[in-house]
């Protein structure tokens, strides 16, 4: 493996996956970055002492993915981008921004892992970053770079076709449906081998710790929430985009650093619509670290920060996006498939405001617990998560539109994307 | 060894015979799915458990056996 940089990425911890201009080609990255390390017997055990986490929401600890994966034979690789939250776009922006680094670590945990083949996985209609992974995989095939064979391919357009086992089944010829586990894909996955499924930016960090190694990697971060993180920030801000920033940094820097005033805020959705809302009050108090979020009862899950300003009704977004999340379950078990629609009903009718509004208050604290856990994936464990915050930060709301009615129209500040096929 | 019921939730569509024939650890939700109370099976209810597995239409119950914990 390389020593760490001689000169630090940039000076105070700036960007690191985002340091280079769009879609750079493979002459750029390696100019910045050196060539890729050859000795990844350590890998594993850098990553660990690293502490990264997977950015596809669930924050597993990375190491032990791999380490599972290695003690098995003739793996596969698969770069999750399939990035089915609406409101977060950093996996997409970062595949089509720096296609090298992602494929540097696609590599290297291949390698790390004993693979024969690397899968990256692409939402179909981010066509842009698609073409940017196969120019990408092009260029390294022909440089004589890639040792393992790569294959771009372009996923079913539904939320819950990301999730590791749909994903894995989908890739088998089947529908994007989440699959009962065990087995996990690290124990059988695509075509029956263990399969290490890994989210992009996942990916590229551990590129950059295959690079320069976990100390270098523990210089930006905190030593609870090491390195950096990508957020994508929208809503209410004046420059919605893809942000860098470094792990347990401040939420509302985070924030205001897109262009908005936490004064000027109702609530923030963190982690997307798998994630949950914190009051713009509390949020102030906070950082993105896993410990600080988590005592709000969030997390910063795929890192999708949305502001609902001053003035939006939070029920009705909450109606909103529980509805649509109804749209995209998987139609596989009872309690989702009944379940979320039902709660979507009792939303719209707190939306709507009057006298059911207390009804159906109860019905729905009566309903969430008859559905959590109940999946075999976590899609409806989300959307009551995701409820249950917006009763506590809306609570106020709620007792408002008993007497009042719904709210003036605001928004949509959520974004419901039209929903594709499962093949 | 102590014994488990589980569901598979995918297979599962909700007949409900499971609940009839087991209401010691499953009753039904309001929609008619199994919800099912974790707790170990002690010895003397185990046949009643094989019987709800082996009835379940949709083959969507198994029980699992698992070492003894709690003890």
């Known amino acids: ?423 | 060894m102590s014994l488990r019921i589980i569901v598979n939730p995918i297979a599962c569509t909700g007949h409900g015979l499971c609940a009839e024939l087991f209401p010691e650890r499953i009753r039904l939700d309001r929609w008619g799915y199994p919800i099912i109370d974790p707790t170990l099976i002690p010895p003397h209810l185990e046949a009643h458990a094989r019987r709800a597995v082996a009835a379940c239409p949709d083959l969507a119950l198994r029980i699992q056996s698992e070492p003894d914990t709690s003890g």
């Open chain 1, 1 to 423: 493996m390389t020593a760490p940089l001689e000169q630090p990425l940039t000076t105070r911890i700036g960007p690191r996956l985002l340091d280079l201009p769009a879609a750079v080609g493979l002459d750029t990255h390696l100019a910045r970055f050196g060539p890729p390390p050859t000795d990844l017997g350590q890998l594993i055990a850098w990553v660990d002492s690293a502490g990264l986490r997977g950015r596809g929401g669930a924050r597993f600890p990375t190491a032990i993915k791999l380490a599972a994966v290695a003690r098995r034979r003739r793996a596969i690789v698969v770069v999750n981008a399939t990035e089915g939250e609406p409101a977060s776009i950093k996996d997409k922006a970062l595949l089509h921004q720096a296609p090298h680094l992602v494929l540097d670590g696609a590599a290297a945990a291949g390698a790390a892992v004993g693979a024969r083949e690397i899968i990256v996985a692409v939402e179909r209609s981010a066509v842009a970053t698609m073409e940017a992974a196969v120019a990408a995989a092009d260029e390294r095939r022909m440089a004589g770079l890639e040792r393992l064979a790569v294959r771009v391919v372009g996923t079913p357009s539904r939320y819950v076709a990301g999730e590791e086992t749909a994903l894995v089944h989908w890739l088998n010829g089947g529908e994007a449906k989440p699959t009962l586990v065990p087995p996990r894909p690290f124990e059988r996955g695509v075509s029956g081998r263990p399969t290490l499924v890994d989210n992009v930016e996942t990916l590229a960090h551990l590129a950059l710790i295959a690079r320069f190694g976990p100390q270098w990697y523990r210089r930006a971060g905190t030593a609870e929430d090491p390195g950096t993180t990508l957020v994508t920030v929208t809503g209410a801000v004046t420059h919605p985009g893809v942000y860098e920033v470094e792990g347990g940094s401040s939420l509302a820097a985070a924030i205001e650093g897109a262009g908005s005033a936490m004064d000027d805020l109702d609530a923030v959705l963190v982690g997307g619509h798998f994630g949950s809302w914190i009051s713009a009050t509390e949020a102030r108090q906070l950082t993105l670290g896993a410990g600080s979020l988590g005592s709000a009862g969030a997390a910063l899950g795929c890192g999708a920060l949305v502001a609902l300003p001053r003035g939006a009704c939070g029920v009705a977004e909450t109606a909103r996006i529980t509805r649509w999340m109804a749209d995209q379950n998987a139609g596989q078990c009872g309690p989702c498939v009944h379940g979320l629609p039902a709660m979507a009903e009792q939303l719209t009718v707190m939306a709507h405001g009057g006298r059911a509004v207390d009804h159906a208050r109860n019905e729905l604290l009566g309903l969430l617990p008859e559905i959590e856990g109940r999946g075999a994936c976590r899609h409806p464990d989300g959307v009551v998560r995701l409820v249950r915050s917006a009763l506590r930060v809306f609570a106020t709301e709620i007792a408002e539109h008993h007497h009042r009615g719904p709210c003036a129209p605001s928004g949509p500040w959520l974004p419901t994307p039209s929903i594709g096929g499962w093949r």
